[in-house]
């Protein structure tokens, strides 16, 4: 760790002291606001004491390819890509670990010494331990799983729940030729379905999950009828922002298991942070108690 300089700067409402020598990284999307990365990050950051920076980076679709080109000149150590960039980031890195190069997805960038920037997806490892936390009694062969969305997050969550052992995936995209195109790139259980054909699909889910930004806040809520879903099954949304999406409300009213889009978000960081800044975080109660209370002014 490097020692401590005297220009303090707040950092995930505490203040973190950086020096020159400071490791920095980021968050790159569009938008970036919404994201609770750098108050999760900052939080790691001030708890071990660590002179080092995360950063929100709003980048549009179009200047992607530029402003990862320009991470390494700019001295950071890696950075976080979120919607709607992960696919494309992928395309744009100098090389990709298997599981990013099986998914065609990143959400994760760490750039080493020479300025090789190396592309790494943790989603599908965030899903299943923030799934596993939150609805320990779900197992992979306890039955079919709903799948709504095809984007990259979509990819790594699929891909971890075959991997993990689930019979069936059924996969359902307003655009149909995107679930298709995932379905081939990645093989396995997958069936992809109409549309139309999602709010029957539930009638023997053991767990259904939102990968759309459908039911964040700004965004209109996810057009799904439970009415056919067991009430054994558990629902899962990725979204976080709010916290209790109206999908998972409505999950819970009618005596649903829920889990919420945070856990994925904090156990997903874990291995970007240790590459960035050396140091192996732990997810804590603390910690979650602290974002859950960022996440309640972000709301106001």
Not at 73 to 101: E, M, R, S, W, Y
Not at 187 to 204: D, K, S, V
Not at 217 to 245: K, N
Request: charged share 15%; proline share 6%; hydrophobic share 45%.
């Amino acid at each position: 760790m490097n020692p401590a300089s005297s220009h303090p700067i707040t950092t995930a409402g505490a203040a973190v002291a950086i020096t020159g020598r400071a490791r920095i990284a980021g968050v790159i999307g569009w938008p970036v606001d919404h994201s609770l990365s750098p108050v999760l990050h900052g939080w790691w950051l001030h708890h071990y004491g660590i002179d080092g920076a995360y950063v929100p980076l709003a980048v549009r679709p179009p200047d992607l390819s530029a402003a990862l080109a320009a991470l390494p000149k700019l001295g950071f150590a890696g950075a976080n890509v979120t919607v709607p960039h992960k696919q494309a980031a992928a395309a744009c890195v100098d090389a990709l670990t298997p599981t990013a190069q099986r998914l065609g997805a990143i959400n994760t960038i760490i750039i080493d010494a020479h300025g090789r920037r190396l592309g790494d997806s943790t989603d599908g490892f965030g899903f299943l331990e923030n799934l596993r936390e939150g609805a320990g009694h779900w197992r992979a062969d306890r039955g079919p799983v709903v799948v709504i969305g095809a984007g990259g997050a979509a990819r790594a969550i699929v891909a971890a729940l075959a991997d993990a052992g689930v019979p069936e995936i059924r996969l359902f995209n307003r655009t149909r030729e995107r679930a298709d195109r995932l379905a081939a790139d990645l093989g396995g259980p997958i069936i992809c379905r109409r549309w139309e054909e999602r709010h029957a699909a539930l009638a023997t889910a053991s767990l259904l999950i939102n990968t759309t930004t459908q039911g964040m806040t700004g965004q209109p809520p996810l057009d799904l009828d439970l009415e056919t879903l067991p009430t054994e099954a558990v629902v899962s949304d990725l979204v976080y922002v709010p916290l209790l999406t109206p999908l998972l409300a409505t999950a819970q009213r009618r005596g649903n298991a829920i889990v919420d889009g945070l856990g994925m978000l904090l156990h997903q960081a874990r291995a970007g942070f240790r590459a960035w800044f050396g140091i192996e975080p732990q997810v804590t109660a603390a910690q979650r108690a602290f974002l859950l209370a960022a996440l309640s002014q972000h709301q106001r």
